[in-house]
């Protein structure tokens, strides 16, 4: 679920389909409980918030209004269940959302992230989350005494976060294009002075000094008749420095890096008339080398890339729109998407061009055809197999069919990362995983593909970790991070942090262990991998402690805990922690198989643990099947986490089940 303030109040769903609110009181209750940031509202604060005058059943309605916003919330809630996101706490109501579910708080986070972050990354960072800006905060309730100082603070934070994108722009030497933002900015907000000075800065720059003192005197002549002052003392230096032409003014000048970007956009903006199908191709390569910059780089690059893709596909030129999406082959080494909604779409989009480019097959299809394998990862059917959930598993093999006959090293690197998205079809696969990653290395290294020698990496990182072999990961680990280094790429660091967290967990004690979790888990503040993200720091807490023994500190977990998609497999062992019996058996009866990816045979892992201690022998049973392909395994394969060696797992199992003098395999799941 997605709220949005930014603007007029909204809510949508996981697909990006909006969400019926029903009438104003309704979206009132919402926003005061988003306002609150997590805190409980009194009802009776609540009712004096929606009503000068309040009706005499005030507080009944407001329940109502409760429990309508629930509904359009949680509406896959079974009945009489606990609300998980909007519960009652005492006499009140508090929004349990998580923190990237609400655009303001990301907002927020956004621009208290970019503070730390260098030129690039935080304007890549703010120039996202200025995105999400649709209108005035809270523009519903504009005239709302509860929302005034709410909706003035963040539009003192939007002004703030124009004013700091300029500042990296034109730290990154970028002024041409700053100025046109800024022009903007000081015109609807002429009392700013840092904007006067940034506007004066950028022009300056940009090699118009006449325009740049024009603007000082602008600024001087509107503060003079409309506030009767002269303008504060930085501004009055920054006219002294653009007179005498002071060497700091302009450090990038000295900059040939910063100057030769700068021809080259020019020359090109100037060369390549707007609208042309050359713009977009060059755009679809901007956003694949802008993805690799860091965490802002990445959500932008997304966005931008979908757009791009739409817009070639509306052109009607399947072999345009199949270049667009072919060009973005960033190497993928995580299961779960950071999209799901985009990533269907792109899917969608590239099996539609593939119908309409006929059948021969050459780079275009290949890369169509990785592009499906890529973005569908984590789709293997997780019960019996169907047609649909097989197709992204057949385009991965041929991609792989055509990239090889074509001998084209980066075509087949992009397909083989393909390959490894849909290599997950039964536990204890390491061994074929480690023979793709390996591959992927080798071509990467002698054609010098530098992400894709980063994807080998870490894709061996995770085999060698499956099969327990942490000195061999931490080669792998040393020069993935000496390529981030060498070619600046900030993101590759968040996987070898947490294997390094992980490695933790086998060598060292425990608090140094979950120090060291806490630690990685710094690394994805900013870094635009929520599929990577959600859940996994209090899912690690919980491997770690099943792996150390320590099942009381599992009973300790704050019950509000979000556990992202993970949830419903975590939950049996919280309830057996807690002494929950059955409770835990009934949800081990209704459990669905985890899905196929790199956590796998993590979770049925920590499933096999909790239906040990609940004695729910079916689902022993189930999980002895599901493990036993890897027993000569870890349960590491994800290089962020291990719950131990799964031949472990699989002894706990037996000694369980033979207690029952019975060790017969059940299977929910016939391709097993």
């Known amino acids: 679920m997605r709220l949005q303030v930014l603007g007029p109040v909204t809510a949508h769903d996981d697909r990006g389909g909006p969400v019926a609110l029903r009438g104003p009181r309704h979206r009132a209750v919402l926003a005061r ?12 604060r609540l009712v004096e918030d929606l009503w000068a005058d309040p009706p005499a059943d005030a507080i009944g309605a407001i329940r109502t209004f409760v429990a309508g916003l629930r509904r359009a919330l949680e509406p ?6 606990p609300a998980r996101l909007l519960v009652t706490e005492g006499r009140g109501y508090a929004l349990r959302a998580d923190p990237g579910a609400v655009d303001a708080w990301r907002f927020d986070d956004a621009v208290r992230a970019a503070g730390e972050l260098g030129a690039e990354q935080a304007f890549s960072l703010l120039t996202t989350a200025l995105s999400w800006w649709r209108g005035p905060a809270y523009a519903d309730f504009a005239d709302e005494p509860w929302a005034r100082a709410e909706r003035a603070r963040l539009t003192e934070q939007r002004l703030l976060a124009v004013e700091s994108r300029a500042a990296a722009q034109l730290s990154l030497g970028a002024a041409a294009a700053a100025v046109p933002d800024l022009d903007a900015h000081v015109a609807a907000h002429p009392w700013r002075e840092d904007a006067w000075g940034l506007l004066a800065t950028a022009l300056y720059r940009a090699g118009r000094q006449a325009d ?30 653009l007179l005498r032409q002071a060497d700091h003014l302009d450090p990038a000048a000295a900059d040939p890096v910063a100057q030769v970007w700068e021809r080259a956009r020019a020359a090109y903006d100037s060369a390549v008339p707007p609208r042309t199908r050359t713009r ?3 755009a679809a390569g901007l956003m694949r080398d802008l993805a690799v910059t860091g965490g802002g780089g990445l959500e932008a690059a997304r966005a931008h890339r979908l757009s791009a893709v739409a817009a070639a596909d509306q052109l009607g030129d399947p072999e345009l729109t199949a270049r667009v999406i072919g060009i973005y082959d960033v190497p993928a080494v995580w299961t779960r998407a950071d999209d799901p909604a985009q990533a269907r779409r792109l899917v969608h989009i590239a099996e539609r061009t593939l119908r309409r480019l006929g059948d021969h097959d050459d780079a275009d299809r290949a890369g169509l055809l990785a592009t499906i394998a890529v973005e569908s990862r984590g789709s293997l059917p997780v019960d019996e197999p169907t047609e649909a959930g097989l197709r992204p598993l057949r385009a991965a093999r041929r991609a792989e069919d055509i990239a090889r006959r074509l001998g084209d090293p980066s075509l087949l690197a992009f397909a083989l990362n393909g390959v490894f998205m849909q290599s997950f079809q039964r536990a204890g696969l390491a061994p074929r995983r480690e023979a793709i990653g390996t591959e992927i290395l080798a071509i990467a290294t002698t054609g010098k593909l530098v992400t894709h020698q980063v994807l080998g990496h ?26 981030a280094q060498r070619y600046e790429l900030p993101l590759v660091t968040v996987f070898t942090t947490w294997y390094r967290a992980l490695r933790a967990t086998v060598t060292t004690d425990l608090a140094t262990a979950e120090s060291a979790y806490e630690s990685a888990a710094t690394t994805l503040v900013g870094a635009g991998m929520p599929g990577l993200e959600h859940g996994l720091l209090p899912l690690a807490r919980s491997s770690l402690y099943l792996r150390s023994h320590a099942v009381d500190r599992i009973a300790a977990i704050d019950a509000d805990t979000d556990w992202g998609p993970y949830e419903p497999w975590v939950r049996p062992v919280l309830l057996v922690s807690r002494g929950a019996i059955d409770s835990a058996r009934t949800a081990l009866r209704r459990l669905p198989s985890p899905p ?19 004695d729910e022998v079916s689902t022993m049973r189930r999980a002895r099947l599901h493990l036993a392909p890897a027993a000569a395994e870890t349960t590491a394969q994800s290089g962020l986490l291990d719950v131990g060696p799964v031949r472990a797992h699989l002894d706990a199992l037996d000694a369980a089940l033979s207690a029952h003098g ?4 059940e299977s929910d799941d016939p391709s097993a």
């Open 596 to 614: 196929r990816d790199l956590l796998f045979e993590a979770l049925w892992a920590i499933t096999a643990h909790a239906a040990i201690a609940a």
């Open 280 to 282: 977009l191709e060059s």
């Open 458 to 483: 870490l894709i061996c990182i995770q085999t060698r970790c499956a099969l327990g072999d942490y000195a061999g990961a931490e080669q792998h680990a040393e020069a993935a991070d000496a390529l």
């Open 662 to 665: 019975s060790t017969d395999l």
């Open 33 to 44: 409980l988003i306002l609150a940031r997590g805190r409980a509202v009194p009802v009776d």
């Open 76 to 81: 896959d809630r079974a009945p009489r269940t």
């Open 212 to 241: 740049a003192l024009a603007v000082l005197a602008r600024a001087r002549r509107l503060l003079a008749e409309d506030l009767g002052i002269d303008p504060g003392p930085k501004l009055r230096r920054l006219e002294n420095d």
